[in-house]
């Protein structure tokens, strides 16, 4: 049978093996939770090579779909935790890597989950590698790096525009809260990108793949706090800061007597303030926020 002869060969996914896969389980690939699939096995050890990933090493996969990347992880030697919501999927990734990859099949858990609702994980993740839905990527790189203070590193692939947003310095045109916000945890680069072609089915956009590293934290300021502040300077990102933030001190007035006392200009914009900027402006908030 043509997918018997399919399933008893091994590696990592081939395209005929995924349109295999998605057939058996019926899957029609949702545009809601952004999923695309990685069918390109040299694309997927090129992102297990970036990541730097070493055997033995935990890491923690959100959304693995039909296995592309985790078979990839596991070949490299790591002890794979993978956080799928889709239940025919979850059921069927273990089944996949015994059948493709049998010696590592005791080296991957799978939890089926929401990956911004999981609180804990044993054994904790040192590392995240994902190919992550395009409409939750931000929220999933927050949440897990707020949860899991044992993630040091990491590599995710998002759509190219949220790559360059997520990395972007200061000043620049599309640095805004992601870019801020992951600069609290991580320093991060973009390093690579990923045509449309490797995925089934074809998005219509490229793909980026963003590496970061933990680093200790701007502040010994609060952090929901400090994120507070800057969703309020980039939520009327065209004004002045002394604007922007004026509902948060009560006046125009106020923001800039604590802007000037945090040593920021009143008149600069909240797209040129470093995380570490924003986090100076938290002492001086009224005892109310």
Do not use: C
Not at 205 to 230: H, K, M
Request: charged fraction near 20%.
């Amino acid at each position: 049978m043509a997918r018997g002869a399919t399933m008893a060969e091994h590696g990592l996914l081939d395209p005929k093996t995924i349109r295999t896969l998605a057939a058996e389980l019926d899957l029609r690939p949702s545009k809601q939770r952004g999923q695309n699939f990685v069918i390109d096995p040299n694309t997927v050890r090129r992102i297990v090579a970036l990541s730097g990933v070493k055997p033995g090493e935990v890491v923690l996969e959100v959304g693995p779909g039909l296995g592309s990347l985790t078979l990839g992880l596991l070949e490299a030697g790591a002890l794979v935790t993978a956080v799928e919501i889709e239940s025919s999927l979850a059921t069927r990734l273990a089944r996949t890597v015994s059948e493709r990859l049998p010696d590592a099949a005791d080296r991957l858990t799978v939890v089926e989950a929401d990956a911004l609702r999981i609180t804990e994980l044993d054994p904790p993740p040192t590392r995240v590698v994902a190919n992550l839905p395009y409409n939750i990527s931000v929220p999933v790189i927050l949440h897990l790096l707020a949860t899991f203070p044992s993630i040091t590193s990491g590599l995710v692939m998002v759509q190219l525009e949220v790559a360059d947003r997520l990395v972007a310095p200061p000043g620049s045109k599309v640095y805004g809260t992601p870019s801020a916000k992951l600069a609290w945890y991580a320093s991060a680069s973009r390093v690579g990108t990923v045509p449309p072609s490797v995925f089934w089915p074809v998005p219509n956009v490229e793909s980026g793949l963003v590496a970061f590293s933990r680093r200790d934290a701007p502040s010994t300021v609060d952090r929901q706090t400090t994120f507070d502040v800057v969703d309020a300077a980039f939520g009327q990102r065209r004004k002045m800061l002394r604007a922007a933030l004026s509902g948060v001190f009560g006046s125009s007035t106020a923001a800039s007597d604590a802007l000037e006392a945090a040593g920021i200009d009143p008149t600069r914009r909240g797209e040129t303030l470093t995380i570490q900027q924003f986090a100076a402006i938290v002492p001086h908030l009224p005892p109310t926020v």
